[in-house]
């Protein structure tokens, strides 16, 4: 580890800022000018994806659950925070973006929201489901889901596909400390639980409560 991050920066940003940095450098190289969604954007996940992806130029459209969500997204450089119960990400998407919809959806909450992320796509978009918090989704139709929307992509990434040689693990883990060493991204930890209560900290996080991220201690 790189000397100043403590072991509660590591817990609360190592897998998870792995998985951003694939998410926006590779699995859709994020560049200024972008529009992007992403949902879950005040979660663990969410907010970091949220801070790196700003930093990179792009403009944010983020989902949440909450008004007080809706804001901690905001904080981290979401442009465009929408509340799900109360707005249309899909109305929303469409009108930033002139009707011509986002480059890539990062896609955390699965069955309740996957059609309509695929909505949101511009002309050949990519929809990055690395989530489904909501449940698996339904099947997609190749040809109706993505060949009539528009010749979009669909993929499912997996951070140990990512980082599956040593080469990729090291440039990886080098461009997420030097993200969280230069001020890009932060840990965002909000509760900490001793680790014999990890059963109230996984029931907190499943409830959907949460607001960035959690950290057992042992």
Not at 15 to 26: C, D, E, F, I, V
Request: hydrophobic letters at 40%; proline letters at 5%.
């Amino acid at each position: 580890m790189p000397d100043g991050l403590d072991d509660r920066q590591v817990a609360a940003l190592l897998m998870k800022g792995m998985t951003a940095h694939y998410l926006l450098h590779r699995t859709y190289a994020v560049k200024p000018g972008d529009t992007i969604l992403v949902h879950a954007a005040a979660g663990g996940m969410g907010l970091i994806l949220c801070q790196w992806a700003k930093a990179l130029g792009a403009t944010v459209v983020g989902t949440v659950s909450t008004p007080e969500k809706a804001e901690a997204a905001r904080n981290a450089g979401c442009d465009y925070p929408v509340v799900r119960s109360k707005q249309s990400f899909v109305e929303v998407v469409r009108e930033v973006t002139d009707g011509e919809g986002c480059a890539v959806v990062y896609e955390a909450i699965g069955k309740e929201t996957l059609q309509q992320s695929l909505d949101c796509l511009r002309l050949m978009g990519v929809c990055a489901a690395y989530g489904h918090v909501s449940g698996p989704p339904d099947p997609v139709d190749v040809i109706q889901d993505l060949g009539r929307r528009g010749s979009l992509f669909i993929t499912r990434p997996a951070i140990m596909h990512y980082v599956a040689k040593r080469s990729d693990l090291e440039w990886t883990a080098r461009d997420l400390f030097n993200a969280i060493k230069v001020g890009i991204i932060d840990a965002n930890i909000n509760y900490e639980y001793p680790l014999c209560d990890a059963v109230q900290a996984h029931k907190a996080i499943e409830s959907g409560s949460t607001l960035g991220a959690t950290v057992l201690i042992p």
